[in-house]
């Protein structure tokens, strides 16, 4: 579907039209330069190559500075494709901005999820822990307990729940309602979270109605 790049601000609540209290999400959404533009014909699909932010040439490689030489743009931060826009009349250099939304329409967000590090199987899958404190467990609290089998299969299976490390996932929240859509300031307000931290950049797509 269709969509925009953009940048998590931060979480706020504001007051529907009858006085709710929402929580919701705070987006800079744009604008996003055209890069490239992929045609049936050549590439046997078709999309557009956006590109959001801003970047130092010192800080781009000759690679990526010689495809922005190509394509007349500046450097830019994140580099993303979407489908199901109307290419007929988009070319390279042409911005798509936060105009594309309206308020009351469904979104879906995809972002990298906040990384929490290693973890225990407590925090990471919700484990009770081994037994209590009274039942002669003085320091197996929050162990996993067993994880495998006697002499037969003598292994561990693949997919075993066990410490690790956590968050740092691309993770898609769905059905989110636009609320406000604020075009002077590139704003795009959503109804609940989205993933990552604040400033993370976030692809948000337009879902089918």
């Known amino acids: 579907m269709p969509g925009i790049l953009g940048k998590k601000i931060g979480m706020t ?57 190509t394509y007349n743009a500046d450097p830019v931060q994140i580099v993303r494709e979407f489908k199901g826009f109307a290419t007929e009349d988009m070319n390279s250099g042409d911005e798509v901005t936060v105009e594309m939304f309206e308020v009351g329409e469904m979104v879906s967000v995809a972002g990298t999820s906040k990384g929490k590090g290693f973890q225990g199987v407590m925090k990471r899958h919700g484990f009770g822990g081994v037994g209590g404190a ?66 993370g950049f976030l692809e948000i797509h337009k879902q089918a109605k």
């Open 134 to 199: 009274t039942h002669g467990q003085h320091n197996r609290l929050r162990a996993p307990g067993s994880i495998g089998q006697s002499s037969y299969p003598s292994r561990v299976f693949r997919g075993m729940r066990m410490a690790g490390r956590t968050g740092g996932n691309r993770v898609t929240y769905k059905n989110l309602t636009v609320l406000r859509v604020i075009p002077e300031s590139n704003i795009l307000i959503v109804k609940g979270a989205v993933p990552g931290n604040r400033k």
């Open 13 to 69: 609540s504001i007051f529907d039209a009858d006085g709710k209290l929402i929580p919701c999400t705070v987006i800079e959404a744009g604008p996003c330069t055209i890069l490239q533009k992929r045609t049936q014909e050549r590439d046997g699909y078709e999309a557009v190559q956006l590109g959001f932010g801003t970047k130092s040439e010192k800080n781009v490689n000759k690679p990526d500075m010689g495809q922005f030489s």
